[in-house]
């Protein structure tokens, strides 16, 4: 259970897609759910979860978006919104995110806001999603080119972890969530970096899965809202954002671009002594493992320029997430000037 504002379970496991419909009933009597979900996600797993919805006897309605990060935008979010009234759904009812980070962004800012919260139930289907955006309740949309510019923190009521699901994702998808997963393992956790550097991925998944769940369900009970300890959590993510809103979110992953970023930040800290000589070298070794970037043909006066709407900038005033060794994140304020510096050195 995590011990927010408003607590909620995360049922983690293998094989419970098929239980799914008793786990629902146990936390919801019938009532209108809408499963939000994508095109892709829909045809796997989405059909026969409504299927089995409907025999116990919910009214079952699917909103199915394109694939992909540029759906998660404001055009979606008012179609959702219009489907969920023209639906009648009421405060008594509920939606399921099912899919990965992208619908679960979407669709938890639309319950965050429609009918001022409506409740919302994460069934997360990518590695990225299980072990980060499904939980800690930010929500958002991207907005006028910006990354997350819109949105709001919404606990769900429930997140259902199924690692089955990732046995029918292709594997640049689950490397993207592998991104974020060495984001927890070099912003906190060395031993979790040594488990991932000298074992068969396979072998270690629900480990990791729940591995990193702990530790982001341990940050946002300290931090819900993002004020100071949770910013550690977007390790490399500053400049992740401005390389997906410099690339207009074509033709690169946040995965991806999450990847590019830490090692980004690792080499300007080694450059700047913040960094222990050789942390970046670490990660990109095992970044390569599973084929993900670590540099992009980008002038970094771009990065720099892309990276300053960012949610950790508060007027003149930038926070970094540094890290000095693997394993130990570390906040850094800058002023605008220090963190250009910092960037383009
Ligand atoms: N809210 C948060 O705290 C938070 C944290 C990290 C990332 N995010 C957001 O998450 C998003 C990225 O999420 P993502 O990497 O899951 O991308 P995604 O949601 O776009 O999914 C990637 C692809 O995998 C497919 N897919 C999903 N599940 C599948 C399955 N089980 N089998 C086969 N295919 C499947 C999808 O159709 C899609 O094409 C970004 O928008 C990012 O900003 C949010």
Do not use: W
Not at 118 to 129: D, F, K, R
Not at 305 to 323: A, E, F, P
């Amino acid at each position: 259970m995590v011990r927010a504002s408003r607590p909620y379970d995360i049922l983690i496991g293998r094989n419970i897609f098929d239980s799914f419909d008793r786990i629902i009933v146990s936390y919801f009597s019938p009532r209108k759910v809408v499963i939000v979900t994508d095109e892709t996600v829909f045809e796997l797993y989405g059909k026969s979860l409504s299927d089995d919805l409907k025999k116990r006897k919910f009214n079952v309605k699917i909103f199915k978006i394109k694939p992909g990060e540029q759906s998660k935008n404001i055009d979606n979010l008012t179609l959702l919104y219009d489907f969920l009234n023209n639906f009648g759904i009421t405060r008594n009812d509920f939606i399921i995110a099912l899919g990965g980070g992208v619908v679960g962004d979407l669709a938890g800012f639309a319950a965050a806001s429609f009918l001022r919260g409506v409740s919302i139930v994460q069934m997360p289907t990518t590695l990225l999603a299980q072990v980060d955006s499904s939980v800690g309740g930010k929500t958002a949309i991207n907005f006028g080119g910006g990354k997350n510019l819109v949105g709001a923190f919404y606990n769900p009521s429930l997140v259902i972890c199924d690692a089955d699901f990732l046995k029918t994702l292709q594997f640049k998808t689950f490397c993207d969530g592998m991104a974020e997963v060495l984001k927890y393992a070099t912003a906190f956790s060395a031993s979790l970096f040594e488990k991932i550097q000298n074992s068969k991925i396979d072998d270690i998944l629900e480990e990791i899965i729940l591995r990193c769940i702990i530790l982001k369900k341990s940050i946002v009970e300290i931090d819900e809202n993002d004020f100071r300890e949770r910013m550690k959590l977007n390790f490399g993510h500053t400049i992740a954002h401005a390389i997906e809103k410099y690339n207009k979110y074509e033709n690169i992953t946040h995965g991806q671009a999450v990847s590019i970023g830490m090692v980004y930040i690792l080499r300007q800290g080694e450059k700047f002594g913040l960094t222990k000589k050789g942390e970046a070298q670490k990660l990109i070794n095992v970044l390569k493992k599973f084929r993900l970037p670590v540099e992009i043909n980008i002038p970094h006066s771009e990065i720099f320029m892309n990276s300053l709407l960012d949610k950790k900038r508060r007027g003149n005033k930038m926070t970094v997430v540094v890290s000095p060794k693997i394993g130990q994140a570390r906040l850094l304020d800058l002023t605008l000037d220090e963190y250009k510096n910092f960037l383009l050195s």
